[in-house]
């Protein structure tokens, strides 16, 4: 008997909307829901090279601006094999994070293309479902002040967030827009939704390559 595979389950969105909560909520959900669900996050700090991406967004080091999206690239293919391997057993992934942020951070910066940014990516397992968390750049700075991490710049941020409206265009990507200026509760009853119908529908789905 060949069993159902997981569904890979993307949260994404600008600084301070939410996504690291709303996973927590969303597995502990659906795992009491009798649903294996766990949860994973990018940039996974935990292997070697998530310490060099760890230290250069702590301001530790100094990395050059390909060098880092190269590596931030490099620690999701790291996890492939596993995220794989936890698919096929029937378990679904929610991702805090995923390609989208990388492509929307480095090509905030200036002289990157989207294209150019999405390359290194091409072909990573495509999530089934993409939740975009979206709250506008007021309502985020409404939330308290950014850390003293690179990137936590209310300039910055704008720009990241015009950045994924772009990559929100491509119909290849099953993206949902959740808006995340509601209450915590009812971000995660919309987000569960969404979730549990992707996940009914993955059975008739084989496993998708990002981009491709
Ligand atoms: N970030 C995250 C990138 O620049 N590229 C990536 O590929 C990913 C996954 O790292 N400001 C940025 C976005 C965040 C920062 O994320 C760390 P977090 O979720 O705060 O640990």
Request: with cysteine; aromatic share 8%; proline share 5%.
């Amino acid at each position: 008997m060949t069993c159902r595979r997981g569904a890979l389950i993307v949260l994404e969105g600008v600084d301070k909307a939410g996504k690291t909560t709303q996973c927590k909520k969303l597995v502990q959900a659906l795992q009491e829901s009798g649903r294996p669900a766990e949860m994973m996050r990018f940039p996974d700090r935990t292997t070697k090279i998530g310490h060099l991406i760890s230290s250069y967004l702590e301001r530790k080091s100094n990395l050059e601006d390909h060098t880092v999206h190269l590596l931030f690239s490099a620690n999701r293919w790291e996890l492939v094999p596993e995220m794989k391997e936890k698919l096929e057993q029937g378990i679904s992934l929610v991702v805090d994070r995923y390609a989208f942020s990388g492509v929307a951070f480095t090509s905030a910066k200036p002289g990157f293309s989207l294209d150019w940014c999405k390359g290194p990516d091409v072909g990573l397992p495509k999530p089934d479902l993409v939740m975009f968390l979206k709250l506008n750049p007021a309502e985020a700075e409404g939330r308290g002040e950014f850390g003293t991490e690179r990137y936590e710049t209310t300039v910055f941020q704008r720009t990241v967030q015009s950045r994924f409206e772009q990559l929100m265009k491509d119909p290849s990507v099953n993206w949902q827009v959740i808006d995340a200026a509601r209450c915590i509760d009812d971000v995660h009853t919309d987000i569960k939704e969404h979730t549990v119908n992707a996940i009914n529908k993955v059975e008739e789905q084989p496993l998708g390559d990002l981009w491709k």
